[in-house]
């Protein structure tokens, strides 16, 4: 799986919108790209993926870039619970793979009331 | 919405003893998947099952893990000789199948809450 690249961390404020960025120029033409987050404690946590297409869900936004060497996770509005490591991942969809995840160290998000 | 499950939630063991973890897998789900994490660093993959075999491990997962699907609901992690530096979380996750497996695509990975190993 090809290599991202995050900050560190960022911060934000409640209730404001959030964009976290994620560089992968190394990316092949079958790699979708996921974000997982985890909640201090718990589990990594899916919350979207994309392959060329922006994708909206519940839980957030992914917006891809045109040559989709890089892409923005947007939270709309940032509640506390959403402080967490959150974390970008490429991962080969070639002939309907589903192989493991290859976590990095993600970007630490920190929501100040 | 259904979840995956893990016991227990801690699980203390002496060094050199066998562990086994346990996950309940969401029910549907056909590609089941253990990782690790270590306090502080990264979430690690360790191995991947479907069809009843394993499909991909990594360096970490030696002769001292297996995994086994021992019945149609659970999935389990066992670690034959515990050391020191097996304390850490583990986690288990499960995804669907693709529609068609030749199309590209990618199911998203549930995870469980993890099952904290201390080994003394």
């Known amino acids: 799986d090809a290599k991202t690249t995050q900050p560190n961390s960022m911060e934000s404020n409640e209730e404001e919108p959030v964009h976290l960025p994620c560089n992968h120029s190394?990316?092949?033409?079958?790699?979708?790209i996921h974000w997982y987050r985890q909640l201090p404690s718990q589990g990594p946590e899916y919350v979207i993926h994309?392959?060329?297409s922006n994708v909206n869900n519940r839980m957030a936004s992914l917006a891809i870039a045109e040559d989709r060497k890089s892409s923005t996770l947007i939270l709309h509005r940032a509640t506390l619970r959403d402080a967490a490591v959150y974390y970008c991942?490429?991962?080969?969809?070639?002939?309907?793979?589903?192989?493991?995840?290859?976590f990095g160290k993600g970007t630490k998000l920190s929501v100040k009331p | 919405e259904p979840e995956v499950t893990q016991t227990p939630s801690h699980q203390v063991t002496q060094m050199g003893q066998e562990v086994i973890l346990r996950c309940v897998p969401i029910?549907?789900?056909?590609?089941f998947y253990w990782y690790r994490q270590i306090l502080g660093q990264k979430v690690e993959f360790l191995v991947s099952?479907?069809?009843?075999?394993?499909?991909?491990k990594s360096e970490i997962f030696d002769d001292q893990f297996s995994v086994e699907r021992p019945d149609g609901s659970n999935f389990t992690l066992k670690i034959r000789s515990t050391k020191l530096e097996d304390s850490a979380m583990y986690f288990c996750?499960?995804?669907?199948?693709?529609?068609?497996?030749?199309?590209?695509?990618?199911?998203?990975?549930?995870f469980g809450d993890g099952t904290r190993l201390s080994i003394l």
């Open positions: 099952f479907y069809n009843n075999e394993i499909s991909e």
């Open positions: 991942i490429l991962r080969d969809g070639y002939g309907g793979s589903q192989g493991n995840l290859i």
């Open positions: 190394t990316i092949s033409g079958t790699d979708y």
């Open positions: 994309g392959l060329t």
């Open positions: 029910s549907n789900h056909l590609y």
């Open positions: 996750a499960s995804s669907k199948s693709p529609r068609i497996l030749t199309e590209n695509s990618n199911q998203p990975q549930h």
